[in-house]
């Protein structure tokens, strides 16, 4: 398990930030109840920062025939839906919601080619809400594999998550479950997938991102 590098500027500026609370709090706090308490805090919130922030270990499904998860978390909608932005037609689409406990890091669902990359500041509401997809602020990607499927993923900033991070940039190559951005603190990530496909999860199921199959394409 490591740290990833989105996160070294915040879990740097956090423990610093803790170990002089924990300091300070054994040195001058006289009410023994306090002064734990501050320390098993400042230990448990520098520990949530590193988990995180943390960066896992994964034998990665690399399969043409499959669209993989972006992100890990619960899948929160399995729909057909008429998506406007680049598609203009009806696609399947699959949401996931991930928690603050869950790995923040997002992967490309499918290999080959970034054709679209789109950035639109919005608001930040509840990420598991539908129209969040839309209206708050969000990345669309668009990948084209080799056989000529397109697959279109959105990083959706949450109530709490303030910035989402997306490494992909038009012309690029890329890798199936290779690295493709990150979101901060709560999320969601969307795929839409055209054409007749077949879904291989349901709502309430939990995926692992760069692992699971979503979609049978």
């Known amino acids: 398990m490591r740290l990833h590098p989105e996160g070294i500027p915040f879990t740097l500026i956090t423990t610093i930030i803790c170990l002089i609370v924990a300091i300070l709090a054994l ?69 996931v919601f991930l928690s603050l406990f869950d790995v923040h890091i997002n992967w490309y669902p499918i290999g080959g080619q970034v054709v679209y990359s789109k950035y639109y500041p ?54 199936q479950a290779g690295e493709s951005g990150f979101i901060k603190f709560g999320s969601r990530l969307t795929i839409f997938v055209p054409g007749d496909v077949e879904p291989l999860v349901k709502v309430g199921d939990k995926v692992v991102g760069s692992v699971t199959p979503l979609i049978k394409l």
């Open 27 to 95: 040195r001058y706090c006289r009410q023994p109840f306090l002064k734990w308490a501050l320390v098993a805090l400042c230990v448990i919130v520098t520990s949530m920062m590193f988990m995180f922030f943390r960066k896992p270990d994964r034998a990665v499904t690399q399969d043409p025939a499959v669209v993989v998860a972006p992100s890990d978390g619960k899948v929160v909608e399995v729909r057909k839906v008429f998506v406007e932005e680049y598609f203009n037609c009806e696609c399947t689409e699959i949401s």
């Open 122 to 175: 919005g608001a930040h509401t509840f990420a598991f809400v539908p129209k969040a997809s839309e209206k708050n602020e969000h990345t669309s990607v668009v990948v084209r594999d080799a056989g000529g499927h397109e697959v279109m993923f959105r990083q959706i900033a949450g109530i709490v998550a303030r910035r989402v991070v997306s490494y992909a940039h038009e012309g690029d190559a890329c890798s």
